[in-house]
């Protein structure tokens, strides 16, 4: 009787077939599940890639990369969890939303998918790059607006971008198993750029899986398509927030190894950018380097600039510069020589407003504050370009809840 009853429900076109949902990957195990969950998600799924060939990733020896706040409990209470697990967060009406294609949000460097994409305040004033700050994101803008919204969260929050882009393609292929879709659209904001983007260009590990043919749209937010050179352009100033005897304990790379800092040298391999005494806890960063010296030429006025970007032992400083990182591990050249797959449609949004309070911005050219206009509308390597746009009154921090910057990317998905 059931049986008869849907055949005459489709036959008047009431009721509407929905493809029967897979398996998760059999090399995914759904570790652990969390349904009392913050900021407005649903819930939160903790997955481990069993594939063999990730490794765990250096995390910062003073804490400082450490997870935090519910991420932590939802990683297991390990502060430093294996770089095989990863989150995925699940936005209320997730199973039903109205739009067909669902949508992954993948969050950047030192931070994680509650500040980014469901409350921007969480981290208080000035952690969304304005003096006051939203309780709701993108997450609830698209919620809002029919979509199924889901985000990843990783272990590392500056980790190997290689590992994650395998991540990337977990989490499409887990919410394909959900939802029994074939396509996923993808929202990378900064260093999420080079994960998500890094995966539909099959740029892996040698040990890691191919892009699936998955990925609908994909959509950057200020990434760095062109690479960036902000920690060598600006070091000296940068190191402050970062050298704790300067009183610096931001979670970010210093271009240096040493610095004296109220008089004291110090010398901190672990905070570097480039691998040095052992040390590597900023693989993603270094992954994001190109140098912009040519374009945009040097800060000529801050202390060290010549040894910072160049190398070398300035008067406070010492460090490898910039073309040592580089060599070391930068994959911009890669990633756009690999290109993107016709099938994909790539979007470009990038921000125009260098005011970001508490930062030294990016000044030497057209940028978000962080990034350069030219990099974040960078189309080298990308096959399809679905759009490009500049949001003139939006920095770095902003691009991912500033009402303008969501509005772009609502009609990109549409």
């Known amino acids: 009787m059931r049986r008869i009853l849907a055949v005459a429900l489709l036959a008047l076109g009431l009721l509407v077939p929905v493809a029967p949902a897979a398996a998760d990957p059999a090399y995914l195990t759904l570790e652990a599940t969390y349904t009392s969950v913050a900021n407005g998600w649903a819930k939160v799924d903790r997955y481990r890639d069993t594939t063999a060939g990730f490794s765990d990733e ?59 994409w469901a409350n921007p305040n969480e981290s208080g004033g000035f952690g969304c790059g304005s003096a006051t700050c939203p309780s709701t994101g993108l997450m609830q803008y698209l919620n809002a607006r029919g979509y199924k919204v889901f985000a990843i969260g990783f272990a590392h929050k500056q980790g ?17 198993s959900r939802l029994g879709v074939s396509k996923v659209d993808v929202v990378g904001w900064s260093k999420g750029m080079m994960s998500s983007r890094m995966y539909v260009s099959s740029v892996k590990p040698s040990w890691g899986r191919n892009y699936a043919g998955d990925v609908r749209k994909l959509v950057t937010l200020g990434g760095p398509n062109g690479g960036y050179d902000y920690p060598f352009a600006h070091g000296w100033a940068h190191d402050f927030s970062i050298w704790p005897e300067c009183g610096g304990a931001i979670n970010a790379p210093s271009p240096h190894t040493r610095m004296t800092c109220y008089g004291q040298y110090t010398y901190h391999p672990e905070l570097s950018i480039t691998p040095a005494g052992g040390f590597d806890a900023y693989p993603g960063q270094r992954q994001m380097l190109a140098r912009w010296d040519g374009t945009f030429g040097v800060n000529t006025s801050a202390q060290d600039w010549y040894t910072t970007y160049y190398g070398g032992q300035g008067f406070y400083t010492d460090g490898p510069g910039i073309q040592a990182a580089i060599n070391a591990g930068s994959l911009i050249s890669t990633i756009q020589n690999a290109g993107t797959p016709s099938a994909v449609s790539v979007y470009l949004l990038a921000g125009g ?62």
């Open 353 to 414: 407003a260098p005011n970001i309070v508490g930062v030294w911005n990016e000044t030497r050219g057209p940028s978000d504050g962080i990034v350069f206009v030219a990099s974040a509308l960078s189309t080298a390597g990308v096959s399809t370009v679905g759009g490009t746009a500049l949001v003139s009154t939006v920095n770095h921090l902003q691009l991912g809840w500033a009402t303008s910057s969501m509005s772009q990317v609502v009609s990109w998905l549409a």
């Open 58 to 116: 250096q995390y910062p020896p003073d804490g400082r990369g450490d997870q935090d706040g519910q991420r932590r409990t939802f990683f297991g209470n390990v502060a430093r969890p294996s770089s095989s697990r990863f989150l995925l967060y699940s936005a209320p009406g997730w199973q039903t939303g109205t739009k067909a294609t669902p949508v992954l949000l993948v969050h950047g460097a030192n931070d994680n998918p509650d500040r980014a």
């Open 160 to 176: 190997d971008n290689r590992q994650q882009a395998q991540q990337v393609g977990d989490a499409i292929a887990v919410i394909k």
